[in-house]
């Protein structure tokens, strides 16, 4: 795949594309109305000049909502006026939240009432979204409803938005993710998805991470929006059935929730075409089940919010090799990646190592911390701290983060490695493996896990059972039973709290 500099169309043309389709077309659903697309954009174009009128110079404004069509409407207006969407997740903390605008400093906030607690005490000003408030976005745009707009053209390389890192290792670094990049990701979705207009995406995972990258593919080919507030499994069978879904982007904790209704369900699922797992990995042993259950229409990307979303790419088709399952693919059509040592010297085929990306979907930087920018990037190169290896046919294979590399007893010890082995055991639904210092090993491998009411073994049995498929060093040294992994908002797994759990003070 070629990752050179070329020119894309930009975010906006991909929107204006889907307004000329078919204006009667069904644009979007949520838990209140459906809308098509001649509403969609009179709503977009309206609120488009409420933000112009009410902040006139190209700036930021943060967007904080659950999953609805005020939510859809409000980020196509951010665009279509030409300011920078500052996503604010309403799962976080009012302290995180609070950190995140003070970094960003937008000039307005758009928030919806379910979400307004998580801003507390912060000054920015606001608009309300799903709110019959003075001002909320329905009063607001009423006065310009049906008149002439032009949409604000950016350049390739001016900010879309600013998205921040989950903060779960430190101070969180906001993400300027240009034009260029939004519309790399699209056309990287579009290669692999094929989407089209009778596709319906069901966004349950939050507009403001991963499920945003949904909507300008799904736009520009005349597609829907099926807004689901929560992650209920009745819900999504209901979407499927009923609502025109057809596609979905999903972390696997909800798969295997969706698996866990019975066979019952699997008749809910005969109009899905893509259901697209990341976020977290997903064992082999659970993949096989998810093809087993929905069909052969699994797929996985691989991305972080440095290069969002499309890094490489496993299509369905592939995934249904078994030797292909533990690989998150290849690298996509703007996407090259390389393995680099500690010295930064690329690796050949099936070595180990960070991994690098370069292409059009590498972000523009760090807001306000060039220093942390060009270590990042290097040489045209983004380090994603991720480690990996790439075997012969160019699939990657991920090993963890390089930051949760374990070296016990001299040996490197990858925690997903010896999370795959545990969560491939039955009864065992989750695994999380960390490190603990340790004066023999230097470092000694340990794992927490969650179980099912029948899981029988013992912690002897487990053992001998990990030490059969990796040996002695890789075998945690204690296994440590919990309810369930603490996550942050995206739904990542946060092995620092996991640690802190089960040894206070560490």
Known sequence: ??????????????????????????????????????????????????????????????????????????????????????????????????????????????????????????????????????????????????????????????????????????????????HANVAAVVENMQALFQFNSNDGNLAVAPLTHGGSHYILPLLAVGGRQVLLPQANTDLIREAFRQRGASVSFMPPTLIYKIMDCGPDAESDFSKLRHLTYSAAPMPPERIQQAIDFFGPKLSTVYGQTEAPMTITAMTAEDMTQSRLQSSVGKACLHSDIAIVNEQGEQLPTGESGEIITRGNIVMAGYFQEADKTQDTIREGWLHTGDLGYIDQDGYLFLQGRAKELIISGGFNVYPAEVENVLSEISGIREAAVFSVDDDYWGERVEAAICVDETFGLSDDTLSQKVKAELGAVKTPKAFHRLAQLPRNPVGKVVKREIKSLIYPGS
């Open 1 to 178: 795949m070629s990752a050179d500099k070329i020119d894309l169309p930009l975010p906006i043309d991909y929107v204006y594309q889907g307004f000329a389709l078919n204006a009667s077309a069904i644009a979007a659903s949520d838990d209140r109305e459906t809308i098509d697309y001649q509403e969609l954009k009179i709503r977009a174009e309206a609120l488009a000049m409420v933000l112009q009128d009410r902040v006139p110079e190209a700036s930021r404004i943060a967007l904080c909502a659950q999953n609805h069509i005020d939510h859809l409407v409000s980020f196509l207006a951010i665009l279509l006026a030409g300011h920078c969407w500052v996503p604010i997740n309403p799962k976080n903390g009012a302290q995180l939240n609070r950190q995140l605008l003070q970094k960003s400093q937008p000039n307005l906030v758009l928030v919806d009432p379910d979400s307004e607690a998580t801003l507390a005490d912060d000054p920015t000003s606001r608009i309300y979204l799903r709110h019959s408030h003075h001002n909320s976005i329905q009063t607001l745009s009423q006065a310009f409803r049906g008149q002439a707009f032009t949409p604000v053209r950016a350049k390739a390389d001016d900010i879309f938005g600013i998205k921040f890192t989950g903060g779960t290792t430190g101070e969180p670094k906001g993400v300027m993710q240009s």
